[in-house]
């Protein structure tokens, strides 16, 4: 597609269910990050894949967040046994460039996950 | 570790008015500098980048930023304010071989 795609849009989840969301890169994209972000602040970096490698996953908050890119362009970001803390608006970015290669980021609308 | 700082949480400007958006960064060496604008619902959209030469460098929208090594700024700009540039405004810094560090954020409200 033409820009990074992101589903779904909003998900309500009872505390303790698990989501998966879903992001589509811009096609040919090497690198991929996903970002959290909390009501009025930035967004924070949870993780990042070169491809199909997750090199760096220092930001994800707890082990029940997991994420994958087994094929080097859509990813899932796994967030199992959700809690209220985990309510957030969930970005996907893609970069044409290895990470650190001064790329620009361009930026999925987000996933908005509310859990109750 | 480096951080971004955006010390307004909210300003209110009336249209047509100049503009002026504070960052200021903390690390050791020259970052790679952004500024990105977030509308509700949206993703975030680069206005501008930084990686050297030119200290003022120009972006979409009318947008402008300075970069100023000595205050470890890099304020945005734009000289008259549309109804259109109501939204969140990010800096963010990239430090070469790391991660993209967003600063809290500055909401532009705009009266008519």
């Known amino acids: 597609g033409a820009g990074v795609s992101q589903s779904p849009r909003y998900k309500v989840a009872k505390r303790g269910q698990d989501v998966a969301l879903r992001c589509d890169p811009i096609?040919?994209?090497?690198?991929l990050f996903w970002y959290q972000q909390a009501l009025g602040q930035g967004p924070e970096f949870l993780t990042y894949f070169q491809n199909e490698a997750q090199l760096d996953k220092s930001g994800l908050p707890s082990d029940r967040f997991f994420a994958e890119r087994p094929e080097g362009s859509v990813s899932t970001l796994k967030i199992q046994r959700t809690q209220q803390e985990d309510s957030a608006v969930y970005l996907c970015?893609?970069?044409?460039?290895?990470?650190?290669?001064?790329?620009?980021?361009?930026f999925g609308e987000g996933s908005r996950l509310t859990v109750l | 570790a480096q951080s971004v700082t955006q010390p307004d949480i909210h300003i209110t400007v009336s249209e047509g008015a100049s503009l002026e958006l504070r960052c200021n960064y903390s690390y050791g060496a020259t970052p790679y500098l952004f500024w990105y604008v977030q509308s509700p619902g949206q993703g975030l959209q680069l206005l501008l980048k930084?990686?050297?030469?030119?200290?003022l460098v120009q972006g979409i929208k009318g947008f402008e930023a300075e970069f100023k090594r000595s205050q470890s700024s890099f304020n945005l700009r734009k000289p008259s304010v549309h109804w259109s540039d109501a939204a969140e405004y990010f800096c963010?810094?990239?430090?070469?071989?790391?991660?993209?560090?967003f600063g809290p954020g500055t909401r532009l409200s705009v009266l008519p």
């Open positions: 970015a893609s970069s044409l460039k290895d990470r650190g290669v001064t790329g620009e980021l361009f």
């Open positions: 963010a810094v990239e430090d070469y071989g790391q991660n993209f560090v």
């Open positions: 930084y990686f050297s030469g030119d200290t």
């Open positions: 096609s040919g994209h090497v690198s």
